[in-house]
């Protein structure tokens, strides 16, 4: 698989020096109004929120508060299917340098932070020394936990603390490092704007992982596309059993509906699917969803904050019967039935979108999947192999 070409892409450049990002985008230019600069561009860390909102969200409380803003880029993929950030910071560093500094222009911000996986660290040391940055960007390790890059849990880490969620009031934007108005945009986002301030086209291509079946196993890549792509040209589809749009939090789509979308926010919706994390992933026939979606729920369960009921109670029940209804064998009378009831008993009571994101998943599984709930209410499995696909940390199953 390979990308469609681009002439000055976020991943173009072959190498991730200074020098070589200087000869492929040239010098960052001044901007006066990042906010237009960004048009439509929308947030690529899966909420897909307007960047210009954002920006301007964010100025407009740093002089209602007359405290200096903090701008965060966050490289957290806490995602296990994701991979997008990490290749991005590995490839083009400078980019999200350049943005990480517009944006703080554009704000008003005097305290730049980089969050990102520890293994990150290094070789984003070296591009701020390249640049004679260290004084101006703190770097912060983020825990390897699937929350660890939602806004709250980021803010959290960044002050020290544990890397859990906090309530949406007050808003980061408005409260967030050090109490201050507080910017957190992802990597891709900060780079992105970095490309707008260079009169690239940049909103109207995304970073996606793709996830398909190899010769030897799975195999992992990460491509940059055109928004408003078919599916079916950005992921090869041919046997898939289904297509997993959006990582854990998203969806399970039949292979016919993926094949005829295409990837912009309209024609997903219509599906009951989101971009989310980025990621795309074509279930081989040989694989079990149901089998799938226990190991993966198990790992959401595990990996919640554990600070209110829909998580601490909610998911590990589900994932629990999840468990059951993946074994080729008669469930519990009335099991399928409590799952439904659970799932929509945690909705929208978290204190952050975790639950709600984890029993999207859930209820996409159910209804993708109920053919084999039927085969497997009978005894009987049509999976071939019991290889899990989907990547779990610790093998989770």
Known sequence: MSAPP????????????????????????????????????????????????????VTDAARATGRAAVVVGNGGEGEPAAAKDAVLLARSPHLVL???HLAGRAVGADTLVLAAAHAALPGLDRALAERGDRAR????????????????????????????PRTKVPPVRERGVGGR??????VETLARLALLARGDDAGGHTLVTRHTAGPHGRVTDVAEVPVGSRLADVLPLAGARAVLVGGYHGSWLPTPVAADLSLDRDSLA???????????????????????????????AAQSAGQCGPC???LPRIAAALELLARPAPAPHGLLD??????????GRGACSHPDGSVRFVASALRVFAPELAAHAAGRCSATTAAPFLPVPGGAR
């Open 6 to 57: 681009l002439t000055r892409g976020l991943l173009g450049t072959g190498e991730p020096g200074l020098t070589g990002h200087l000869t492929a985008h040239g010098p960052l230019p001044a901007v006066a109004d990042l906010a237009a600069a960004a048009g439509d561009l929308t947030g690529r860390g899966g909420a897909g929120f307007p960047t210009a909102r954002k920006l301007r969200a």
């Open 98 to 100: 350049d943005g990480l």
């Open 137 to 164: 960007v703190r770097l912060v390790g983020l825990p390897d936990r699937f929350l660890a890059g939602e806004e709250s849990a980021l803010v959290s880490v960044v002050d020290g603390g544990p890397p859990l």
């Open 181 to 186: 108005p507080t910017l957190v945009l992802n």
């Open 270 to 300: 219509c599906a009951g699917a989101s971009l989310g994390a980025g990621v795309l992933a074509a279930l081989p026939a040989d694989r079990c969803g149901l089998r799938e979606t226990a190991s993966v729920v198990a790992h959401l």
């Open 312 to 314: 601490l109670n909610g």
């Open 338 to 347: 409590d799952v439904h009831r659970w799932s929509g008993l945690v909705v």
